[in-house]
């Protein structure tokens, strides 16, 4: 298995970004995905969720309600992350991972992305 995060980069405050994460080796279909990140000197936290199947239940931390969009193509075996407005404090190493059910905790993440860094500078 293999996930591939891509997309990240240094923006200017009030900017935007889409992340990718390409997936190889599992039935993506059948996968929940999730985006999380990690800040220098900060845990990982929880961004974005995705249901199974055609995603038809999303989920967003509270901190990026409205700004950040995830969505899913199954034909391309791909998640994205669309960002928008973004603020210094988005700054961090985004992170994909694929769950068997929709849900927000690490722990209950199956296979894990590289992650891809994204700067934001005020």
């Known amino acids: 298995v293999q996930l591939q995060a891509s997309g990240g980069g240094l923006v200017q405050a009030g900017g935007s970004l889409r992340l990718s994460c390409a997936a190889s080796g599992l039935p993506f279909s059948n996968y929940g995905w999730n985006w999380f990140r990690q800040a220098p000197g900060k845990e990982r936290e929880f961004v974005a969720a995705?249901?199974?199947?055609?995603?038809?239940?999303?989920h967003y931390a509270d901190s990026v309600k409205g700004r950040f969009t995830i969505s899913r193509d199954n034909a391309k075996n791909t998640v994205y992350l669309q960002m928008i407005s973004l603020k210094p404090e988005d700054t961090a190493v985004y992170y994909c991972a694929a769950t068997f059910a929709i849900a927000f905790m690490s722990r209950d993440m199956v296979y894990w992305g590289k992650g891809t860094q994204v700067t934001v500078s005020s």
């Open positions: 995705i249901s199974r199947n055609d995603g038809t239940t999303t």
